[in-house]
Structures are given as structure tokens and as C-alpha cells.
């Protein structure tokens, strides 16, 4: 019999209790993660014949190259090879007493969005490795299949998650509550670093000390407040100190950006800045346009910002918003603005105004030139989920510069981004001072 990783033994206890539901296992590398999901599936398989169980990854190309090979490995040094077979064409392990596990492709497709394809499958339990590469939808969408034999053998609904540290919705669902102590009953998350696996090579514990920060931070140290994901464009450092903005002076004109609640969102977010610094931030529920413009001028008077000032969210609702109040719209698709070089116009290099104004803006904030008086924990950590998803898009590809859709972070962080959006909106300013209107970009 293989012996466990401490660790590993704690997450099995857990995966075989009758309180637990869902259990994050990992938080760094080299802590035998794929491999306490293939030894579950393992044991769940023989003990209960005729069961189904989903074994799963964002790419299916990815499963079959990492974990299922984990599983081939164990299987012969366990001798149970004899004991299944692989039918690859079906995508799937069979095993003698009439088990099976399935294997399964978990990334979001647009042709899928409500990952419709699992509606009619019916498992006994899931493994899905590097969770935090799937949507949070998949991971729910997956539990809602678990109820296949659980009668018949008196089992519990039992999910299985591995991950490296990820500021994601594996953050937010698991570690965050664990590590604040009010993670509910029905999750466990148990976090496994390379020093708890004495079978590790000291060579590579070395070469995980020689990665750059981000990732040294987080696959040998278990830190999730890191993230290396090339594509992020304001670190860790520079969300933290984005709301100490104490080095920076809260000067010159004043502007107030508003993005107006439209479907899916339930606020409207109003920001002040004074110069580069956001002095103040207020929000009200959705509402009508009256309450949203009587709440914009308030702030005007309040603050001194004039009309030319004030710029809201016209696509949607906003439009109306910018309509009655007389101020300026921001079109969020729209052409980006070309602005003045040397005495020319440049061909700005962005897919959008969005695109534009959040990539500058994440500069400023990236070269702790902007930030944001904020006391409120609860603002600040969704303001914090949201800087952290500031990211390219398809960074490996040439063309024009464009973030990660609304929808992909909504998908990241588990709920709509709503604060983001009256950041970005203040860079506008910046480039309306010199920039020229109707260019073509092509």
C-alpha cells in the first residue's frame, strides 16, 4: 500500500467523512496534488462497484498530458493495472467491477456558456485538477451532477479540487474564509508546500527559490497574494499601495466619473478625484435616472466639479444619465483616442477606449502615481479583486492591445465587476486635453 503525505492523509479524511461536501487541496507545488485525486478515484472505483466519477481540467488536451499520466504511474506501482482499462476514443476509464471515470474538458466555451453539456450527466463524485483554471460556474455546475449510487451505497456528494495559489474564485470560495477562520462546514481546504513532501528532490525545492517573486511566492511559499500571471498589469505591491496613497498629492482639478448600473449590476458607482487621488466614493442601489443624476449633482456642488468635469457610462442606461446631466459619455467600445506626439498624431495601439483607458490607468496605479482614500474593508476588497484582474488579452498574439472581457472576470471573481469601471474612466481625462475625435483606426 502507498503511504500518504500527512497532508494528503487529511484531505482523505476529509473526503470520507459525512460533514464535508468540497475539498481545495494544495496552495503550492510539489505537494502531491494530482496524485491524492487519482488514488481517491482509485479507492472510490474498487469500493463501489458501478459507480461514476469525473475526473476534469480546463483542457482535456492538458488532462490527458499531466494527470491522467499520474494515474497510469500509480496504477502500476499499485499493481491495478489489470484491474481497468483505458478507452481513450471514449474518453474514459473503465474498470472491472463497472466503474468508470470519465474524463472531462471544463473550459468555458462561448458556444457553451452555461456548461449545458454536463446537464445530463449523473456521477458519483469529481476530481478536477488545477481548479482554479475553471470557471466557478463548471465547479457548481459539476457538484449539481453528483447523485449517481449515492443512495444506494449511503454516500455523501464528495468533490475534489487541487490548485496553486490563484487570486480567483478558488481565493475567494476557499483560502480567504479558511484563512479568517469562517470557512462554512461543508468546505475544507487543507494547504499542502513542497516541504511537506519529503520525497521531493532538493534540487527542485532549489529551483523553486530561484523563480522570480511572484512565482517563488507562491509555488514555494503557499502565498495567494501573489499572482504571475504574465498577462496581470498592477502586481500585488501596487494594489496595496494604491490605497495608502500618502505619497502622492491630492491636487489640482477635481473630476467625478460614474458608472451607471445596467443589467446584471445592481449599483451605480460614483468616484471623486481630486488630481490623481480618489477622495471620495459613494454608490446607490439601482435606481432611476432622477435618483442617479440628483445623487451626480449633489456630488457636484458638494465637491466643486463642473459639468465638463463629470463623465458617465453611456452605453446602456448611462445614457440617459449623460443626457440629463449634460456631461461627458464614455462609450466603452468605441475607437480609442488618438493623441498628440512629437506634434503628430499617433495610431493608438488599443482595441477599444475601454482597452485604452484601463491600460493607461493600471500604469498609473503600476508607477504608484494614483490612488484612493478608502477606510471601507468591504470596497476595498472588491476594488482589491478587481485590480488584480486587470489583465491582457491574448498576450501571445500580435494586433491591438485589449483586457480580459467583463464576462472572464466575472467568471474569475465570482461576481459582477463593479468598480472598476469608474477607476479606469478617470484616465479619460487625461487624454482629452490633447487627442483628436473621428479617426479611423484600421
Same mark, same amino acid.
Given at each position: 500500500m502507498?503511504?500518504?503525505?500527512?497532508?494528503?492523509?487529511?484531505?482523505?479524511w476529509f473526503? $470520507?467523512?459525512?460533514?464535508?461536501?468540497?475539498?481545495?487541496?494544495g496552495?503550492a507545488?510539489g505537494g502531491?496534488?494530482?496524485?491524492?485525486?487519482?488514488?481517491?478515484?482509485?479507492?472510490?472505483?474498487?469500493?463501489?462497484?458501478?459507480t461514476?466519477?469525473?475526473?476534469? /481540467?480546463?483542457?482535456?488536451?492538458?488532462l490527458? !498530458?499531466?494527470t491522467l499520466?499520474?494515474?497510469f !504511474? #500509480?496504477?502500476?506501482?499499485?499493481k491495478?493495472? @489489470?484491474?481497468?482499462?483505458?478507452?481513450?476514443? =471514449?474518453?474514459? *476509464?473503465?474498470?472491472?467491477?463497472?466503474s468508470?471515470?470519465?474524463?472531462?474538458?471544463?473550459? +468555458?466555451?462561448?458556444?457553451?456558456?452555461?456548461?449545458?453539456?454536463?446537464?445530463?450527466?449523473?456521477?458519483?463524485?469529481?476530481?478536477?485538477?488545477?481548479?482554479?483554471?475553471?470557471?466557478?460556474h463548471a465547479?457548481?455546475?459539476? $457538484?449539481?451532477?453528483?447523485?449517481?449510487?449515492?443512495? =444506494?451505497?449511503?454516500?455523501m456528494?464528495?468533490? #475534489?479540487?487541487?490548485?496553486?495559489?490563484?487570486?480567483?474564485?478558488?481565493?475567494k470560495?476557499?483560502?480567504?474564509?479558511?484563512?479568517?477562520? *469562517?470557512?462554512?462546514g461543508y468546505? /475544507?481546504?487543507?494547504?499542502?508546500?513542497?516541504?511537506?513532501?519529503p520525497?521531493?528532490?532538493?534540487?527542485?525545492?532549489?529551483?523553486?527559490l530561484? %523563480?522570480?517573486k511572484?512565482?517563488?511566492?507562491?509555488?514555494?511559499?503557499?502565498?495567494?497574494?501573489?499572482?504571475?500571471?504574465p498577462a496581470?498589469?498592477?502586481?500585488?505591491?501596487?494594489?496595496a499601495?494604491?490605497?495608502?496613497?500618502? +505619497?502622492?498629492?491630492a491636487?489640482?482639478?477635481k473630476?467625478?466619473?460614474?458608472d451607471?448600473? /445596467?443589467?446584471?449590476?445592481?449599483k451605480?458607482?460614483? @468616484?471623486?478625484? +481630486?488630481?490623481?487621488?480618489c477622495i471620495?466614493?459613494?454608490?446607490?442601489?439601482?435606481?432611476?435616472l432622477?435618483?442617479?443624476?440628483a /445623487?451626480a449633482r449633489?456630488l457636484?456642488?458638494?465637491?466643486?466639479?463642473s459639468?465638463s468635469?463629470?463623465?458617465a457610462d453611456?452605453?446602456g442606461?448611462?445614457g440617459?444619465?449623460v443626457d440629463f446631466?449634460?456631461?461627458?459619455?464614455? *462609450?466603452?467600445?468605441?475607437v480609442? %483616442?488618438q493623441?498628440r506626439?512629437?506634434?503628430?498624431?499617433?495610431?493608438?495601439?488599443?482595441?477599444? #477606449?475601454?482597452?485604452?483607458?484601463?491600460?493607461k490607468?493600471?500604469e498609473?496605479i503600476a508607477?504608484?502615481?494614483?490612488?484612493e482614500?478608502?477606510?471601507?474593508d468591504?470596497?476595498?476588497?472588491?476594488?482589491?479583486?478587481?485590480?488584480?484582474?486587470?489583465?491582457?488579452?491574448?498576450?501571445?498574439?500580435?494586433?491591438?492591445?485589449? *483586457?480580459?472581457p467583463?464576462?472572464?472576470?466575472?467568471?474569475?471573481?465570482?461576481r459582477?465587476?463593479?468598480?472598476?469601471?469608474s477607476?479606469?474612466m478617470?484616465?479619460?481625462?487625461?487624454?482629452?486635453?490633447?487627442?483628436?475625435?473621428?479617426?479611423?483606426?484600421?
Amino acid at each position: 500500500m502507498m503511504k500518504l503525505l500527512v497532508k494528503q492523509e487529511h484531505a482523505i479524511w476529509f473526503l $470520507k467523512d459525512n460533514v464535508t461536501e468540497e475539498v481545495l487541496y494544495g496552495g503550492a507545488a510539489g505537494g502531491g496534488k494530482s496524485a491524492l485525486g487519482c488514488l481517491w478515484l482509485m479507492e472510490m472505483c474498487q469500493k463501489y462497484p458501478g459507480t461514476r466519477w469525473l475526473m476534469g /481540467r480546463s483542457k482535456l488536451k492538458n488532462l490527458k !498530458e499531466t494527470t491522467l499520466n499520474t494515474f497510469f !504511474e #500509480l496504477a502500476t506501482q499499485l499493481k491495478l493495472s @489489470r484491474q481497468f482499462s483505458y478507452r481513450a476514443q =471514449e474518453h474514459s *476509464i473503465r474498470w472491472n467491477n463497472g466503474s468508470e471515470i470519465l474524463l472531462k474538458d471544463l473550459f +468555458h466555451y462561448p458556444s457553451d456558456p452555461n456548461f449545458e453539456s454536463l446537464g445530463s450527466l449523473e456521477i458519483t463524485g469529481a476530481f478536477i485538477d488545477e481548479c482554479s483554471q475553471v470557471a466557478y460556474h463548471a465547479w457548481q455546475m459539476v $457538484k449539481s451532477r453528483i447523485r449517481y449510487k449515492l443512495a =444506494e451505497y449511503k454516500l455523501m456528494p464528495k468533490m #475534489l479540487g487541487s490548485c496553486n495559489p490563484a487570486k480567483n474564485w478558488a481565493y475567494k470560495e476557499f483560502y480567504k474564509p479558511w484563512r479568517e477562520g *469562517i470557512l462554512p462546514g461543508y468546505r /475544507r481546504f487543507v494547504q499542502s508546500l513542497p516541504a511537506d513532501n519529503p520525497h521531493l528532490h532538493p534540487t527542485y525545492l532549489q529551483s523553486l527559490l530561484r %523563480l522570480d517573486k511572484n512565482s517563488r511566492e507562491r509555488l514555494y511559499y503557499g502565498n495567494w497574494e501573489y499572482d504571475d500571471d504574465p498577462a496581470t498589469l498592477i502586481e500585488h505591491d501596487a494594489i496595496a499601495d494604491y490605497f495608502n496613497p500618502q +505619497h502622492i498629492k491630492a491636487e489640482g482639478m477635481k473630476y467625478l466619473t460614474i458608472d451607471v448600473a /445596467r443589467k446584471g449590476r445592481d449599483k451605480t458607482v460614483f @468616484r471623486v478625484w +481630486h488630481g490623481w487621488v480618489c477622495i471620495y466614493r459613494d454608490a446607490i442601489a439601482k435606481s432611476g435616472l432622477d435618483a442617479v443624476v440628483a /445623487r451626480a449633482r449633489a456630488l457636484q456642488k458638494r465637491f466643486g466639479i463642473s459639468l465638463s468635469n463629470t463623465i458617465a457610462d453611456e452605453d446602456g442606461v448611462g445614457g440617459g444619465v449623460v443626457d440629463f446631466l449634460k456631461c461627458k459619455g464614455f *462609450i466603452n467600445n468605441s475607437v480609442p %483616442l488618438q493623441v498628440r506626439e512629437g506634434g503628430v498624431y499617433v495610431k493608438p495601439n488599443f482595441d477599444s #477606449l475601454k482597452s485604452q483607458c484601463s491600460i493607461k490607468m493600471a500604469e498609473m496605479i503600476a508607477n504608484r502615481l494614483a490612488g484612493e482614500m478608502c477606510d471601507d474593508d468591504a470596497v476595498q476588497q472588491c476594488v482589491t479583486e478587481e485590480l488584480e484582474q486587470v489583465k491582457l488579452r491574448d498576450i501571445d498574439k500580435e494586433g491591438r492591445q485589449g *483586457i480580459l472581457p467583463k464576462d472572464r472576470v466575472k467568471e474569475l471573481i465570482g461576481r459582477s465587476p463593479d468598480e472598476w469601471d469608474s477607476i479606469m474612466m478617470r484616465y479619460w481625462f487625461a487624454l482629452r486635453k490633447d487627442y483628436r475625435t473621428r479617426v479611423r483606426v484600421g
